[in-house]
């Protein structure tokens, strides 16, 4: 059973930083991409960052030069590095991975269930 374990989540102040990790546990051949989405209430799902095996980016011109994503290949595991937050990057965050579960496999999707991120002004 894959899965994705989020945590660094919480409340800060305009200004401040956060880091996110999400690791993926299970049996798993490959992860090409790694990313991070997240979910205001009454708005969609929109990604944040993205990060490929070899390490390219891309992100959302909303938080391009304040968040950093980054991953470490050995652990399966993601980061996201948030500064300078704001208010309206409050909202729901979730971990994103596509994983090959064996040599054969299509990458399938998976998500973590989420690590709220509160910003107060």
């Known amino acids: 059973q894959v899965q994705l374990v989020e945590s660094g989540g919480g409340l800060v102040q305009a200004g401040g930083s956060l880091r996110l990790s999400c690791a993926v546990s299970g049996s798993i051949f490959s992860v090409p991409f790694m990313g991070w989405y997240r979910q205001a209430p009454g708005k969609q799902r929109e990604l944040v960052a993205r990060?490929?095996?070899?390490?390219?980016?891309n992100y959302a011109g909303s938080v391009k030069g304040r968040f950093t994503i980054s991953r470490d290949n050995a652990k399966n595991t993601v980061y996201l590095q948030m500064n300078s937050l704001k208010p309206e990057d409050t909202a729901v965050y979730y971990c994103?991975?596509?994983?090959?579960?064996?040599?054969?496999?299509?990458?399938?999707?998976?998500w973590g269930r989420g690590t709220q991120v509160t910003v107060s002004s």
């Open positions: 994103n991975a596509q994983i090959e579960r064996t040599y054969y496999s299509a990458s399938l999707d998976y």
């Open positions: 990060i490929g095996s070899g390490s390219s980016t």
